[in-house]
């Protein structure tokens, strides 16, 4: 168990979000008989302290399983806070098909 963000001081918080699509073969009554992933991906939202933003979830971003795209850039504002970014990147993962049979 850790306390705070890993190898990072900058930041208020992180999360990270693996994900796969999922191709299901199906028998007669509706049953699932096997299942395989596929499509991997990783998301990573990112919180920290910042003075301005420049907006990096625009049109034409090429990425790839090493350097993904920003699909979320926001600017918070509050009264009683000071100022941060949420930034949402996701890259594809590494293929690598996993069956299950049920």
Do not use: W
Request: a negative charge; zero cysteines.
């Amino acid at each position: 168990m850790s306390f705070g963000i890993l190898n990072d001081d900058v930041k208020i918080s992180r999360n990270t979000n693996n994900s796969a699509q999922v191709g299901e073969k199906t028998g007669a009554n509706g049953e699932i008989l096997e299942m395989t992933t596929y499509g991997g991906a990783e998301e990573i939202t990112v919180e920290e302290f910042a003075d301005a933003i420049t907006n990096e979830a625009t049109n034409g971003q090429v990425g790839n399983t090493s350097t993904g795209v920003v699909t979320a850039h926001n600017f918070i504002e509050s009264n009683t806070e000071y100022q941060r970014t949420n930034k949402t990147t996701r890259k594809a993962l590494a293929a690598a098909a996993t069956t299950t049979t049920a």
